[in-house]
Structures are given as C-alpha cells and as structure tokens.
C-alpha cells in the first residue's frame, strides 16, 4: 500500500511562510502525478495545486497564485509545497495527494477523485 507522509505544518504568523513536504513511500514518485488539497474547518476539501509525473506541468487554484508553489523532487520521493505571504484564511489542515499515471502521461489532476492514495493532512494554522 502506498503511503504519503506529510510534514512541516505549524502556527505561523500572517505574512510568514512554511514549506510542506510529503514523502511517498511504497511506489516510485516519477510514476505518480501529485496533489495539494486543504480542509478549512467547516468547508469542504479544496483543490490547492499540482504538479505532473515529470514535474513539467503545474497548476493552481486562483486564490494562491503567487503565493503558493509546488515542487517535488523525484530522487528523494518528496513534493513540497512552498506557502509565502500566508493569510489567516490559508489556515487548514493541507492534504498531499498521489495518483498513479503511465511514463507517456504528463499532465495534472485538479479533482479529488482523480486521486488514488492520500496523506494524513498536516495542520497549518494562520494567526493574525
């Protein structure tokens, strides 16, 4: 079973910046295509970003454009997610999310359902 782990949640205050990592264990990362999800208390699971199998494509939600970026490095089985200028509003516990995809295909999944395995969620916490 594949598993995600994701790391590096925490109370910030706005405007300060945190970078979220998420290690894939049990499947080469190279042949997965990454997301970013989050769950703000009271909300439904959003789309945040993602990124492709090669790292070639990316996409955003329109609310974090310029202040979110997704990475990931294959070597090491890990997809980042670097939040800059972050906003109380950004609070929510932040989703890392995989799906596995043939070597031809290189493109991004911006729906949960696309998603076969899923992280535990890491806390962020955005104070004013």
């Known amino acids: 079973q594949v598993q995600l782990v994701e790391s590096g949640g925490g109370l910030v205050q706005a405007g300060g910046s945190l970078r979220l990592s998420c290690v894939v264990s049990?499947?080469?990362?190279?042949?997965?295509?990454m997301g970013w999800f989050r769950q703000a208390p009271g909300k439904e699971r959003e789309f945040v970003t993602a990124?492709?199998?090669?790292?070639?494509?990316?996409s955003y939600a329109d609310f974090v454009k310029g202040q979110f970026t997704i990475s990931r490095d294959n070597a090491k089985n890990t997809v980042y997610l670097q939040m800059s200028s972050l906003k109380p509003e950004d609070t929510a516990v932040y989703y890392c999310?995989?799906?596995?995809?043939?070597?031809?295909?290189?493109?991004?999944?911006?729906?949960?359902?696309?998603?076969?395995?899923w992280g535990q969620g890491t806390q962020v916490t955005v104070s004013s």
């Open positions: 990124i492709s199998r090669s790292g070639g494509s990316t």
């Open positions: 999310a995989a799906r596995g995809v043939a070597y031809y295909t290189d493109v991004v999944y911006e729906n949960q359902v696309d998603y076969d395995y």
């Open positions: 049990r499947r080469t990362l190279s042949t997965c295509a």
